[in-house]
């Protein structure tokens, strides 16, 4: 049974009981400001285990841990440079994940082995209730069965993962509607693992030139993503996704309509700017699917601020199918 609490009916009140589930080892669908998390404590194997499991996620990808706080931090990381304290004034509460060197704190089944741990601080006021609630860290990746779209909208997660987890808080639409952009400071040049909504622009003006992950607008066969969750099937939903070239005229867009015609039924042509569809791309991915279209066209934008984060979620959706 998962116990499901809507915040937009029910109060913060409500929030201890799920506190509770995850003090006691439980997992818990929460709101965030990026996409909905499924969260359980950082701190204990079993409770991470069953994140794997009711994701059917790899478990060679880490998770990200989620604090309510920054004196937190201290206790899970082996050193906080200027760099780190820079960004933390800036971007903390918000989108931005940074990656440092663990401490032993840190069990392997939430880094995957790695000695280095994610750890971001969401600014969603449900989130930051009930991650002060709980008072310890939460692992939490994002609350969509692994390899589909991230919910971003109360009905998306809890298709996904009712009867699948302990309890679900919904609070409504998420505010950026994609995952958070992930940097690792571990070393000694910063480098942007997964663009989002905090763009390299922002994060350059806060500390400088950072490096860029070759594989976020490109599969490159012999260079593996630097985060392992970028190399898996992501973000797809069932109908077979295609990205319209961002140069395509009118006649060239008649013409790949046309031809994907000839093999498929139905076909759902978006058109967006890239900020719009950094916040609504997966909803209408997962709602295309709810209303049957065998494919999905979806114009590309400028890879530039948010349209890097745009560009590398829909390359992935499409697995690289550009036309
Ligand atoms: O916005 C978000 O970040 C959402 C919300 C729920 O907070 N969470 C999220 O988690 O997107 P997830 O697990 O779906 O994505 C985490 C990404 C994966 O690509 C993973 O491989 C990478 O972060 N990652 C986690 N720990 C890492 C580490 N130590 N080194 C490199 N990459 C890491
Ligand atoms: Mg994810």
């Given at each position: 049974m998962t116990l499901c609490i809507d915040m937009k009916k029910e109060g913060v009140s409500q929030l201890n009981r799920c506190a509770d589930i995850l003090v006691n080892g439980g997992t818990v669908v929460f709101p965030t400001e990026t996409v909905y998390g499924l969260g359980a404590?950082?701190?204990?194997d079993k409770a991470v285990e069953k994140i794997y499991l009711a994701k059917g996620r790899p478990s060679d990808n880490p998770l990200i841990v989620h604090i309510a706080d920054k004196t937190m931090l201290a206790s899970l990381v082996l050193n906080v440079d200027e760099r780190a304290k820079k960004l933390m004034a800036k971007f903390w509460p918000g989108p931005l994940t940074l990656i440092f060197k663990k401490s032993h704190l840190v069990p392997d089944a939430v880094t995957a082995g790695l000695d280095t741990v994610a750890i971001r601080m969401p600014s969603h006021a449900t989130a930051k209730k009930l991650l002060s609630l709980a008072n310890i860290p939460i692992a939490a990746p994002s609350a969509n069965i692994s390899g589909r779209p991230s919910p971003t909208r109360a009905s998306h997660v809890l298709k996904d993962l009712k009867g699948r987890v302990d309890a679900i808080i919904t609070d409504g639409d998420v505010t950026y509607g994609l995952e958070s952009t992930v940097l690792d400071i571990s070393g000694d040049l910063p480098m942007l693992l997964r663009p989002g909504t905090v763009t390299k622009k922002q994060i350059e003006t806060c500390i400088g030139s950072i490096l860029v992950d070759k594989t976020l607008l490109k599969q490159i066969d012999l260079v593996t993503p630097k985060a392992p969750g970028m190399k898996y099937k992501h973000y797809s939903p069932d109908a077979e996704v295609y990205v319209l070239n961002a140069e395509s005229d009118d006649v060239h867009k008649e013409k790949v309509m046309r031809s994907l015609k000839a093999r498929y039924q139905r076909i759902k042509y978006i058109e967006d700017s890239a900020e719009a569809l950094s916040k609504t791309l997966y909803a209408k991915l997962i709602e295309a699917d709810e209303l049957g279209f065998d494919v999905i066209l979806i114009k590309a934008v400028n890879p530039e601020g948010v349209g890097l984060a745009v560009m590398n979620r829909l390359l992935k959706a499409a697995n690289y199918k550009v036309l």
């Open positions: 404590s950082a701190l204990d």
